[in-house]
């Protein structure tokens, strides 16, 4: 047996590897979610209160497509894993922002063009998403 398949075999013995896979899923959420931003950005755009919306110095639809631009390429460096611990970082802290918006939208009664339930099930999903951000971060930044 050649030395690259015994490689080869130790590896697919051993099954994927966690840290690979959450990066990978993370990179994949970010991704879609970015590209959904650019190719319906409706129901992101109804998600900001007016409240809220008059303090973005830009109008809402410009706010939503500019989020989705810029999570392209920070989807993309998590795909490829370059710069890793950083990207995940800021989608981490990115998130965290995003949790406290839907905190301070559902305690205050605010209406986001979207029922409570539906904002308390984007924060189940936020935290959950924030916690593997971190987790990919602190990952790489112990690898590197």
Known sequence: MSDARARLDAVLARGPDPASAARLGLGLTILLAGMHKLF?????DALVVPEFAALLPVSVRVWTLANGVAEIPVAL???A??????LAAFVCLSLVGTLCYLVVVLLAGFDAGVTAGTLAILAVHDIGLAGLAAAV???AARRD
């Open 77 to 79: 460096g998590l795909l």
């Open 137 to 139: 971060s602190v990952r």
């Open 40 to 44: 319906a950005p409706a129901p992101w």
């Open 81 to 86: 894993d370059r710069l890793s611990a950083l």
